[in-house]
């Protein structure tokens, strides 16, 4: 920029701005002050050399410069030649002090013979100090280095007295940091201690990065193969699940007859006829239908508002169910109920002589399962067999949800039958029932097994009442004893018990998450973390959560740290053990002995271990692979030891039940009265008055307007006098007031 | 005549201590009287003796200053503190201590105890 490119305007208006350009435009340059001053010709070119080989700003270039200029010149004043500074100064080398020297310091320096000026460049370069410290050092030992030279000491001699520069450099500079502050000591203690700290961390993370992944499960056992092993030994002829399979084929392959998609109207509306069909054999659309028919909310079931009872509302929607069933039967549905049913009758008939069988027999590797699960669960068979590689807790079982569909295949013919007058199909269903509960109870270690044999149960025991309750008369006096003595000799009521999950599931869990090092002992693995995550997804409430908390949800950065603070494998088997153990415990308690609304042990010692983030990252394992089980109200968590261990009681009640009422209708037909006391039917219709399995004390039975009145004292524990006190119809497995369970009404349980 | 590193550690500072408590001095001039020392026993190079300097220093033993000495040169001087004359004069106390724990072994020479018997007594 010339002077004259600035224009005047410009000038006027930013006066500082101009001052400060024209300042730049201006200054001096070392070229310009070495080019203008008198210094011989040989000099100059070694003089900007010198200058320009820093890496400093033009400023301290030319103060350099000048410095060096003024120097040259002295010397020369004071008779040494051109030649002799040009030898002297051909390879010096400023350094970074220089310039901060004062000025007879930075002379001498470079006055010193060559390799004395070298050793101090090299030392104080070297130590790294900061610059004032570097200018006392460097000054230090010129001074040094004079005195010498002075003491007549030749500069070979200085040089090699002083020792190695680097050693020289090390040991100054360790001397002269701790002459620094304090303040700074500290800062430097506390950045070493950091930088320890992040490389101690590398190298851990390092180390469990590769134990992480070098760690493989070694799977030893397949449980699954191990099962199916034992059916294939049991001839076909003694299995069910080959009839049942059967059975659900035929239905399915009379599309009309198991209408799924429903048919359609050319309103695009299911046709009328079809409408409760469809809900009855869809039970998510029986859900959304009695939703639709009673909705049901919190304040409608005396719940604190924002908290859900899904235990109760499911009972509540299971008891409209019967409701609409009832509807239908007597509604312009139940045609199209009963024909559904005709259609069915090769499958019904498949079914019940499956029921006949001892053994259930379902192979879970089998190719013959492809056929019914195509046709049933579109696509669901590839996942079907991928299940059975995966945990054993994963393993899915469709052939239990499609077996559960005949349930209600069941109750439209027994309805069917009861109307029809035809005793011995009633009967044979029943019984067909019972059969087939036992059939899944004692097939697997599975708790939904257990859940859904339960249910096939209480189906039975349920409808039992009912058919006594509309149709006293129905059954003969020998079809009720051949009934009662088959319900008691029921291999389920008999010794009604829902044990805890196999061991095995968490023996699996373990072969296939952690590696094994031959003596019970192992680290969790990258296969075992990636089912563990998908575990958390799909197990539902309690993993997500604690997933979505991070306690148990690592990345593949976290991955190797996580395992390597997770439980190990030894120490996990034995807190399953304990837990297991408390489960066990739970289990053997009568309910009258025990709150029925406390946390299970399990869980609580579970919650104890996990209350500390330290305990949430070793144990926050357990929650995706321990069937751990809330007491009932979590929605999320179906089945529960704890709470089937209350259904199997509640069960066991049903049972009871049934058999006082059949032993009541027995005792009315023969002295066409009612007994005053349930004692009155002992020992000729029943062995001993049942037990109140809440209170331990005998069932509750009044007669009331003429009418018998047997009852529970519910899980409240509390004798409400058989007042049902909730919403349901007739209080079953309310949490207050009695339970109702003979008579039972309409829409019972 | 060398002395090994870690005999020289603990007699180093000391021979320093000892130097400045006969006034200031600058390093060239501690270096010289050192060598001087019998058999040089006590001579360290300067990569040595610098770093010490600096030691004692930040120990608070000994504090420096910058002063023209008549040659117009400017030096920079060491001196004690009055901690570092505390600490020699225990220092000092130390050695003759242990000065005469090696005449009673025999290690050190002494018209006293015949070296043979190493001064042990029975």
Not at chain 1, 21 to 26: D, K, M, N, S
Request: charged share 25%; net charge neutral; with cysteine.
């Amino acid at each position: 920029m010339s002077e004259t490119a600035v224009p005047s305007s410009l000038q006027r208006a930013f006066p500082t701005f101009y001052r400060i350009a024209r300042g730049w435009q201006l200054r001096p340059k070392p070229e310009s002050v070495i080019n203008e001053s008198r210094l011989p010709e040989t000099l100059k070119p070694i003089a900007l050399q010198f200058a320009s080989r820093t890496n400093w700003g033009m400023q301290s270039k030319t103060k350099l410069a000048r410095l060096v200029l003024e120097y040259f010149n002295r010397q020369m004043a004071g008779g040494v030649t051109a030649e002799e500074l040009s030898e002297q100064w051909s390879d010096a080398v400023p350094f970074p002090a220089v310039l901060k020297l004062n000025e007879p310091s930075l002379l001498t320096l470079y006055s010193l013979p060559k390799p004395i000026g070298e050793l101090i460049v090299s030392v104080v370069r070297k130590t790294g100090l900061w610059r004032r410290e570097q200018i006392d050092v460097t000054e230090e030992l010129i001074s040094h280095f004079e005195d010498g030279l002075a003491d007549g000491q030749a500069e070979s001699q200085l040089v090699s007295e002083f020792g190695d520069p680097s050693t020289a450099a090390r040991l100054i500079r360790r001397a002269k940091l701790r002459n620094r502050s304090f303040l700074w000591q500290t800062y430097r203690r506390a950045r070493q201690f950091v930088g320890l700290v992040i490389v101690m961390l590398i190298v851990c993370w390092c180390w469990l990065w590769v134990r992480f992944h070098a760690g493989k499960p070694n799977v030893t056992n397949d449980y699954i193969g191990e099962r199916d092993a034992v059916v294939r030994a049991i001839p076909e002829s003694d299995r069910a699940w080959p009839l049942y399979a059967q059975a659900i084929t035929k239905c399915i392959d009379s599309a009309s007859a198991y209408p799924f998609p429903a048919p359609l109207g050319a309103d695009g509306k299911v046709l009328p006829e079809w409408e409760g069909l469809v809900e009855l054999v869809d039970v998510q659309r029986v859900d959304g239908f009695v939703k639709q028919a009673w909705p049901i909310s919190d304040k409608d079931l005396g719940a604190p508002p924002g908290t859900k009872n899904v235990q109760r509302e499911y009972r509540m929607k299971m008891d409209a169910y019967s409701k609409a069933l009832d509807e239908l039967r007597q509604g312009t549905h139940w045609p199209a109920l009963v024909q559904f049913a005709k259609m069915n009758q090769e499958a019904i008939d498949l079914a019940l002589e499956g029921a006949t069988k001892h053994q259930f027999g379902f192979l879970f590797r089998d190719p013959a399962n492809e056929v019914w699960l195509k046709s049933l669960y579109q696509g669901a068979e590839s996942s079907f067999e991928e299940s059975t590689q995966s945990l054993l807790v994963n393993v899915l079982l469709p052939h239990v949800q499609a077996l559960y569909s005949f349930n209600r295949l069941f109750l439209i013919e027994c309805e069917r039958a009861v109307e029809s007058g035809d005793r011995k199909r009633a009967v044979k269903i029943l019984s067909a029932y019972l059969s087939i509960s036992e059939q899944l109870y004692h097939n697997d270690e599975f708790a939904v097994e257990k859940s859904v044999a339960l249910n096939f149960s209480k189906r039975c025991w349920f409808l039992v009442r009912k058919i006594l309750r509309e149709q006293p008369q129905f059954f003969t006096n020998d079809d009720l004893r051949d009934l009662a003595h088959r319900i008691a000799a029921h291999r389920i009521s008999t010794g009604l018990q829902i044990p805890v999950d196999s061991k095995k599931l968490y023996d699996d869990a373990l072969q296939r998450l952690y590696t094994d090092d031959g003596h019970g002992n192992g680290h969790l693995t990258p296969a075992g973390t990636q089912l563990l995550i998908e575990q958390a997804t799909i197990t539902g409430l309690p993993v997500s959560s604690i997933a979505a908390k991070g306690m148990w949800k690592p990345s593949a950065w976290t991955a190797p740290v996580v395992a390597g603070m997770t439980v190990s494998r030894a120490e996990l088997k034995q807190v399953f053990d304990h837990c297991v153990s408390l489960d066990e415990r739970d289990a053997s308690q009568p309910l009258w002995e025990t709150n029925l609304y406390r946390t299970p042990s399990s869980l609580e010692y579970l919650r104890q271990i996990t209350s500390t983030s330290s305990g949430r990252m070793k144990y926050g394992v357990l929650y995706s692979i321990y069937p751990f089980r809330d007491l009932g109200d979590s929605e999320n968590q179906p089945f529960k030891p704890s709470s089937l261990v209350l259904g199997a009681d509640s069960a066991k009640i049903l049972c009871d039940a049934t058999l006082v009422a059949i032993a009541l209708e027995l005792y009315h037909r023969r002295h066409e009265a009612w007994p005053r006391q349930l004692e009155q039917l002992t020992p000729d219709l029943l062995p001993t008055v049942p037990i109140d399995r809440f209170d331990g004390r005998p069932l509750k039975y009044k007669v009331v307007d003429g009418q018998p009145l047997v009852y529970s004292v519910g899980r409240n524990q509390v004798d409400d006098d058989g007042t049902v006190i909730d919403g349901t119809t007739d209080g079953y497995e309310s949490r207050s007031g009695d339970w109702r369970l003979w008579p039972v009404t309409m829409g019972g349980h | 005549m060398r002395i090994e590193r870690e005999l020289m550690r603990g007699a180093g500072p000391v021979a320093v201590l000892k130097l400045l408590g006969g006034g200031p001095k600058y390093g060239y001039e501690m270096v010289a009287a050192l060598a001087a020392t019998p058999d040089g026993a006590l001579n360290m190079g300067q990569s040595t003796l610098y770093p010490m300097l600096y030691n004692l220093e930040a120990q608070g033993y000994i504090k420096a200053s910058w002063s023209e000495a008549d040659s117009k040169r400017r030096r920079k001087y060491y001196e004690l503190t009055a901690a570092g004359k505390t600490r020699l004069a225990e220092t000092e106390k130390q050695w003759r201590a242990l000065a005469q724990a090696f005449v009673g072994l025999g290690i050190l020479g002494s018209p006293d105890v015949p070296p043979s018997l190493g001064g042990v007594t029975p």
